[in-house]
């Protein structure tokens, strides 16, 4: 009998410590949404930020993020968005080219808090993250049908796919128990040179070794809000 009791004594005990702990465990689930412009980087602008806020253009997009504990967590996140550019805008005017791409991006990524931040650390109503990502993206140029492009410009005006990556930084802030601000800047890297719908021919390019078709990106800003699910 003696055996019996000490037997469920200590079951109770190690059920309430597993309770306890169930119950303290920083882990937890966020669902967000967002706001977000996005600028081209690439041939047509040569890489510059000097006409961003002319060529800036708005998209949205949601994320799924589990946080591990304060500091690290990983999630899914899929925008939708588009870039611009235009020579009138780069000293280019006759040449008339132009970057309008429709953007369909989908990534998986981890985000490291610099500051303990989350489910019990509410003392601490902000901090500074970063930000690496990769993924898949779906591009759909349209292309200037008024410029002249010369012969050793092939164009692509069809649905493209390829890889990309993100790394960036940003900013948590604590809105109330389970809601947060997020804000961020980050760089997106594209695995294609021809987002713009064209490219330099191989033949071109073998007979000018100067040249070459480097690979897009673009800089993207992101403002949205995101709940926790959790029960405190």
Known sequence: MKKIKYSALVAAMVGMTFSVQAQRTTAFLELGGYALTQNYLGDVNGGSLGALTQEARFGLGTQLKYNFNSLLSVGADVNYGSIYSHDNLHGNATRD?????????????????????GKYNQRNHHTPFIH??????TYQPHLNTNAQYPEEIALYPGTGHTYTYAVGFGWRIRRSLKSFYNLGIYYNGFGVSNVEGFNYTQEYLDANPAERNALDGSITFKFGMSLGFFEQ
């Open 97 to 117: 080219y132009q970057v309008d791409t429709d953007l369909l991006n989908v990534n998986v990524f981890t985000n490291v808090h610099f500051i303990p931040f």
């Open 132 to 137: 690496v990502g990769v993924g898949a993206l």
